[in-house]
């Protein structure tokens, strides 16, 4: 171990963020961008600390797929290694959960979970390393687009765009809404680049929409009612919108205990219980309310729900309520 004493390494095991990324790395090899969104620090302060314990030869490097993956020395999985004790301890402390580790693994399983997504290396029947060419959800997507037909949309909530312009594929015309200028501005620029252009990009809020009455026949909301200060307001909205016939269709997050998404990403509700959504869709005058599980995954903490219901008449909605 290339440290000169006892002292050195206590003193650089004496940093939280660096034992943070030890622990990440027990998990799993990761690279410095998954890395970065796990530990949520700047990339330059995950490559300085990765230096130091690549330096004392806790960590190692590799190449592959054009990344450099970072994974902890073999020597961590060795017991009858010259540093037994130390990885021993390290194991062990590990295992002590804090607010901030807690927060770790839950941004850690979204990394495994999108990277996974990615099809860059995909396991069937629990086979890891069985490459199968060409599967693709975007390419579903489009697939199964084939059989709607021409639609107008209203992505709510549109944030960077990116379902926004796989819609535009299908549909007649998308009107997509985000509150911020910063993040439209991307989205357009992105839409620029991918040549689409039936969309019109319009600032506004969930809970008082730009948009005329009975104006689209689908209303998207992805990952975007959990950030609405009022939930049943944003869905009385997306109703207004609707003509007759028309279907709000939403993917959001079920109801969960990590509260670090308030600070870090924004986040106004904790998900939604199952019978919490249903019944707002209910009471924003919606029928024909479906509800299930979209995407589950062992020790993920996050479940997203996804609801669809329709504009079925014109009478009015229940008062909202807010959400308790």
């Known amino acids: ?25 027990s998990v799993e090899a990761l690279n410095v961008s998954e890395l970065t969104a796990v530990l949520g620090i700047a990339q330059s302060g995950v490559s300085r600390h990765l230096g130091m314990l690549r330096k004392a030869s806790l960590v190692v490097e590799e190449r592959a797929g054009g990344y450099a993956w970072y994974r902890l020395s073999p020597d961590a999985r060795d017991p009858g290694s010259a540093d037994a004790e130390l990885w021993s301890w390290l194991r062990a402390a590990f295992g002590h959960t804090t607010p901030a580790t807690k927060a770790d693994d839950a941004r850690l399983q979204e990394v495994l979970r999108l990277r996974k997504e990615r099809f860059a290396e995909h396991g069937a029947d629990g086979e890891r390393g069985q490459l199968v060419p060409g599967r693709s959800w ?14 107008d949309v209203a992505d709510l909530g549109c944030g960077e765009g990116y379902l926004t312009i796989e819609t535009a594929r299908w549909a007649r015309r998308v009107v997509a809404i985000d509150r911020s ?8 620029a992105l839409a620029g680049r991918r040549k689409v252009q039936n969309i019109t990009w319009k600032r506004g809020e969930l809970e008082r929409l730009p948009l ?10 992805s990952q975007a009612l959990h950030h609405a200060k009022e939930p049943a307001a944003a869905l009385g909205e997306a109703r207004r919108v609707l003509r007759p016939g028309g279907r709000v269709l939403i993917l959001d ?8 998404v308030r600070a870090r990403l924004g986040d106004q509700w ?43 008449s014109s009478r009015p909605a229940a008062r909202p309520r807010r959400v308790a």
């Open 1 to 25: 171990m290339d440290v000169t004493n006892d002292s050195a390494l206590m003193r650089l095991l004496g940093d939280d963020v660096r034992l943070r990324l030890l622990r990440a790395l």
């Open 138 to 151: 975007v390419a579903w997507s489009r697939a199964l687009a084939f059989l709607l037909p021409p639609l």
């Open 181 to 188: 200028a910063t993040v439209l501005a991307h989205a357009r």
């Open 212 to 221: 005329a009455d009975a104006s689209v026949d689908v209303a998207l909301l």
């Open 253 to 260: 997050l079920r109801e969960h205990g990590e509260s670090w």
């Open 270 to 312: 904790p998900g939604f219980a199952d019978k919490q959504l249903r019944d707002l869709l209910v009471e924003a005058g919606f029928d024909e309310v479906k509800l299930r599980v979209g995407a589950r995954s062992a020790g993920d903490p996050f479940v997203v729900l996804v609801a669809a219901a329709t504009k079925t």
